[in-house]
């Protein structure tokens, strides 16, 4: 079994409603984010997948999200569960990459998101 991750950062301002404390208030981060895939085998150049396009399209989504007030986002309008959390923003950023590489399956599959919101804690969120 072959794993490649990459890893990008972004910096983005959040709050989070309905949370009792001072993350509640708008506040900002340098996000960190790394996206794993897994297969079991190469193509012809030796690759589980060229890293030019997987940075490409993590490079993509990320994007959309650098320098932005998260909660302006239409995927975190709704609050409560929907809230800009390291968590969601795995699960989002997941599932954006699932149809980005839909194409691979069942080949090569992404194994995971990690996004840390500072140097210390960290979310992932994958599929089982």
């Not at 149809?99 to 996004?115: D, G, M, N, W, Y």
């Amino acid at each position: 079994m072959f794993e490649i991750a990459v890893k990008t950062r972004f910096a983005a301002a959040h709050f989070l409603s309905g949370y009792k404390g001072p993350c509640a208030s708008l506040h900002g981060h340098t996000w960190q984010v790394e996206v794993t895939f897994k297969g079991q085998n190469l193509d012809h150049s030796g690759m589980l997948l060229d890293f030019k396009e997987v940075k490409e399209k993590v490079r993509n989504i990320v994007d959309e999200l650098d320098h932005v007030n998260l909660n302006d986002l239409t995927p975190f309008q709704k609050g409560g569960e929907d809230n800009p959390t390291a968590e969601n923003l795995a699960r989002y950023i997941y599932r954006r990459l699932k149809l980005e590489f839909s194409a691979h399956e069942p080949f090569v599959k992404i194994t995971a998101v990690r996004v840390w919101e500072s140097p210390d804690a960290s979310a992932s969120y994958l599929e089982e």
